[in-house]
């Protein structure tokens, strides 16, 4: 079994930034990939990056240039830098973990970007 949890979330103006983190715990071992989606109202769950353990960043073309992930192993943390930030951004972003275990997800949290 492995848990996250996520913090960072919250309310932030058009053109500004926030940062997301996971932090990870449980039967962590061998190789695994961190990654953030977002579900937006009315929406279905969508892919906004991933790193897996060799540190090839995978981002959605819509968050190119202005999100960055990256992972601390030592803490078995997965961060999310989002500057710039529009409105469209807004959603849940739930953190996920894909290793030996299994496949989990955090619970979410809520980013609103609104003027």
């Known amino acids: 079994q492995v848990q996250l949890v996520e913090s960072g979330g919250g309310l932030v103006q058009p053109g500004g930034s926030l940062r997301l983190s996971c932090a990870a715990t449980?039967?962590?071992?061998?190789?695994?990939?961190m990654g953030w989606y977002r579900q937006a109202p009315g929406k279905q769950r969508e892919l906004v990056a991933f790193?897996?353990?060799?540190?090839?960043?995978t981002y959605d073309d819509s968050v190119k240039g202005r999100f960055t992930i990256s992972r601390d192993n030592a803490k078995t943390t997965v961060y999310l830098q989002m500057n710039s930030l529009k409105f469209e951004d807004t959603g849940v972003y739930y953190c996920?973990?894909?290793?030996?275990?299994?496949?989990?997800w955090g619970q979410g949290t809520q980013v609103t970007v609104s003027s």
């Open positions: 790193i897996p353990t060799n540190g090839r960043m």
């Open positions: 449980g039967s962590i071992r061998g190789i695994y990939t």
């Open positions: 996920h973990w894909v290793g030996a275990p299994g496949n989990y």
